[in-house]
């Protein structure tokens, strides 16, 4: 330890946010209060803001008497506020000695990081300072997270659970609203997924034993389709639904690339991503023009990130990690906790640990097995999906309206 016992965490989030990143929070600063830390500190806006200097610290009475675990298990998006920065290359770089400056004042010993797969880069690259520098003082510890389920070595990804439970009732309702006319219609769903099709492939969950499909029809980046084949495939549905409901992930396109833009993408300036939408538009239009029906298009956006729809299996297991990851640091560094399935008829998991080099910068698609027919799909999505979405986090009101807390209801500045 830093100058004697001390034993201070710090947390951060990082990346796009969910419904269930502020369970990991909770789970790790819960952990941190029944390990006996001194000091529990939070990063303002992940580690761009711990490189500003602007750190906060966690009451730990105003944390246990007003209940506040239990508040962010009930609310969505991340309270420490988020970054999308990408740490240099290079460790002899002046940002990292920043870094360790600010950690070595506020004598960090644990260091908690939750994000995707670009966070766990961070992961990677703090240990491989601790690493190359021989700090003994130091434990930096990973948490997974992300709506698309893209990230390796686990199960599925903390959020997805209640960002696939949103989709599916998002679909639900879309269902309710195109059966009223009694006309050849065809609405658009356009879900989040820039390559991998995980959260879109969860709209099939709305099937679930329904004698009526709610989606007729799923596109995904995974699986190739012309132009052709669209229209081919809708009327083919037309033969038996008069209202179709067609779910397609965000970073779908087909085969000719005739729906790409021709103009330039906006892209996430740290890392490289596309910042992609409107394919369901695009479809909708040209399925308008070529078939002289009424046409639509539906995009769920950024509300699949934080709806209020949180699974509390989804909510559970984020908490578990957070809570197993602060536990972890204690001895040990340079890991991330994960899901693992059991192979049983009833679902059950356990919590493993990883690298973060097996995470960072990498993508998990839909086993090709899967995508076998929509048939296959369907029964795959549901028997993997279905346990995710189980019970509800029950939400606050005031006066009719949601009511969330604020960072400064239980935190102070430290800096």
């Not at 995707?116 to 003082?137: C, F, H, P, Q």
């Not at 890991?335 to 192979?343: G, N, Q, W, Y």
Request: glycine share 8%.
């Amino acid at each position: 330890m830093i100058g004697g016992s001390a034993i201070n965490v710090l947390i951060g989030q990082s990346g796009g946010p969910t419904s269930v990143i502020n369970s990991s929070l909770a789970g790790v600063i819960s952990s941190a209060i029944e390990h006996g830390f001194d000091h529990i500190y939070g990063m303002e806006n992940g580690i761009a803001g711990l490189i500003e200097g602007r750190i906060c610290q966690i009451d730990k009475k105003i944390y246990t008497e007003k209940n506040i675990e239990d508040k962010l298990k009930s609310e969505p998006a991340a309270i420490l506020g988020s970054c999308r920065y990408k740490l240099p290359e290079d460790l002899s770089d002046f940002v990292y000695e920043k870094i360790f400056q600010t950690l070595e004042k506020f004598q960090i010993s644990s260091l908690i990081y939750i994000g995707g797969n670009d966070s766990m880069d961070t992961v990677v690259k703090l240990n491989k300072y601790i690493e190359k520098n021989r700090i003994a003082w130091l434990h930096v510890i990973g948490i997974p997270k992300t709506i698309d389920n893209d990230l390796r070595e686990m199960d599925h990804s903390p959020g997805f659970g209640s960002a696939a439970k949103y989709v599916a009732t998002a679909l639900n309702l879309v269902r309710t609203d195109v059966n009223i006319y009694n006309v050849k219609s065809v609405t658009f769903v356009e879900i989040m997924g820039r390559n991998a099709g995980w959260l879109a492939a969860s709209a099939l969950l709305s099937n679930y034993k329904k004698k009526r499909k709610t989606v007729n029809l799923l596109y995904l980046k995974e699986v190739e389709k012309t132009k052709e084949d669209i229209l081919s495939d809708i009327k083919e549905a037309f033969k038996y639904e008069n209202n179709l409901v067609i779910a397609l992930s965000e970073g779908f396109m087909d085969k000719d690339g005739f729906f790409a833009k021709e103009d330039k993408k906006s892209y996430d300036q740290a890392f490289g991503h596309p910042v992609i939408s409107g394919i369901g538009e695009k479809l909708s239009n040209f399925v308008a023009k070529e078939l002289g029906v009424k046409s639509r298009s539906v995009e769920l956006n950024i509300l699949q990130r934080t709806s209020f729809l949180i699974s509390k299996q989804d909510s559970k297991e984020a908490f578990e990690l957070g809570y197993k990851g602060l536990e972890k640091s204690i001895s040990q560094t340079n890991l991330v906790p994960v899901i693992k399935r059991k192979e049983k008829e009833t679902y059950e998991y356990y919590i493993d640990f990883v690298d973060p080099l097996l995470i960072a910068n990498k993508e998990k698609y839909i086993p090709k097995a899967w995508l076998e027919s929509y048939r296959v799909l369907e029964d795959k999505i549901i028997a993997y999906g279905l346990p995710l979405i189980q019970g509800q986090v029950e939400e606050k009101f005031d006066k009719g309206m949601i009511s969330f807390i604020g960072l400064d209801d239980f935190t102070k500045k430290a800096y």
